[in-house]
């Protein structure tokens, strides 16, 4: 795990631009991979970008510019290097050999953020399951040492010897880790099962949107959120009254671009949460400048979840951060989103969406808070009286909502 002491360490980032990609879009992508940086306990210090049709097998930016990122490494004194795509094995080994500092790839990064942030049995299963299957197919980086040496006679097989017998040992952990994960899974299931038929409302969406704070304020709870990705790794369920209607409200692991395969995989009873609810409240940080290709990726991880079918709230949270850019009158380049007030935006597809209920509310100043409880009680209450229709008239003969209290 990266040190999160008082010598924090200094990073460089590395990114490509591939085709159909243009250099803003890979800046924002490494802005991202800065902020992963900064949750891991690192200090960014520069980055690097480099336009390749595709990755370069051997240094995966091409000579010329990996001897220039050594240069810089070693002038600055930087102890990692940090990428933002995952590394092929062999990959690793020649940039490692280049530029002779650590070496992390944002797969590697992630997982060692959820290792940090993974505080239940469950959750730790989970992500040392994830570890161990990244580990078992870069082992030979881990043996540099023991490799065969031209003319050295005598030392031609223990490398390898030691390499096969640290790939069973994780072989059989890997093992152990899905059998544990079975039993707690079923544990987890019958849990759910003796929650019997109340509303199940789960909050999905991008890392770091404020999913635990909208968590916190409609429960009264006390989840853990901060400003940084993956606040939160363990999954929260918290009974929840609005009005007079129950239900059931889960705070569940955000999503990112190109999350990790294996942490998806071995994530995959936590993500039952989302499978097994009945409302999705997919929370959006519309300060963010890429927060339309944040929802995609949300609604295409929904999708490979088998959840993408499920009634949907869009949330648009943190309103008050919210800024845009005034064109001057005679500036005659084409209208961005960035020049879109939140006036402008509420007007566009995500106010007018036929299939999915839409509200603009800033978690942290509460505003529209009241406006989000209604709409959130009205679409609980038509599931709600699917399957207790005799309580119908008690939601017909009183006021939905109550004045605010607590929040």
Excluded at 90 to 116: K, M, P, V, Y
Excluded at 156 to 167: A, L, Q
Excluded at 187 to 209: D, E, F, H, I, W
Excluded at 253 to 275: M, N, W
Aim: charged share 30%.
């Amino acid at each position: 795990m990266i040190n999160t002491g008082e010598k924090r360490e200094k990073a460089i980032l590395i990114g490509l631009i591939y085709a159909g990609q243009d250099e803003k879009q890979v800046e924002e992508y490494l802005a991202e991979l800065s902020f992963l940086t900064e949750t891991a306990g690192a200090i960014p210090v520069c980055s690097f970008i480099q336009k390749l049709r595709i990755p370069d097998p051997r240094t995966f930016v091409g000579s010329g510019k990996i001897e220039e990122i050594a240069s810089y490494v070693t002038e600055n004194d930087i102890n990692l290097a940090i990428f933002d795509d995952e590394l092929m094995p062999s990959q690793l080994r020649n940039i490692e050999r280049t530029l002779g500092c650590r070496i992390l790839d944002r797969t590697n990064l992630i997982l060692d953020i959820f290792a940090g942030r993974a505080h239940t049995s469950h959750a730790r299963t989970q992500v040392e399951l994830a570890q161990y299957q990244y580990l078992l197919p870069r082992l030979t980086r881990m043996w540099t040492h023991l490799e065969r040496q031209r003319g050295g006679i005598g030392l031609r097989g223990p490398g390898e010897t030691e390499i096969e017998t640290d790939r069973r040992i994780i072989r059989d952990k890997i093992a152990l880790l899905k059998t544990q994960l079975k039993k707690i899974d079923t544990q987890m299931a019958t849990q759910r099962k003796n929650r019997g038929k109340m509303v199940r409302v789960a909050l999905v969406g991008y890392t770091n949107v404020g999913k635990s704070t909208i968590m916190n304020l409609l429960s009264k709870s006390d989840v853990f959120a901060e400003n940084k990705l993956f606040a939160t790794v363990d999954t929260t369920v918290r009974k929840v009254v609005i009005g007079n209607l129950p239900f059931l409200l889960s705070d569940t692991v955000g999503f990112i671009r190109k999350l990790p395969h294996d942490l998806v995989e071995s994530f995959k009873s936590t993500l039952d949460e989302v499978r097994e609810s009945d409302l999705l409240l997919h929370v959006i940080d519309i300060s963010h400048p890429g927060f339309e290709s944040q929802i995609s990726v949300v609604n295409e991880t929904l999708k490979e979840l088998g959840s993408g079918h499920k009634p949907v709230i869009l949330v648009f949270n943190k309103i008050d951060a919210f800024t845009y850019t005034v064109k001057d009158q005679d500036d005659l380049t084409p209208i961005t989103r960035e020049n879109y007030s939140l006036e402008d935006l509420k007007k566009t597809w995500m106010a007018s969406d036929k299939h999915h209920k839409t509200v603009f509310i800033s978690a942290i100043t509460r505003e529209n808070l009241e406006e989000f409880r209604k709409l959130l009680y009205e679409e609980i209450r038509k599931i709600h009286v699917t399957r207790y229709p005799y309580n119908d008239f008690l939601y017909e003969s009183q006021p939905p909502i109550p004045p605010e209290k607590g929040l």
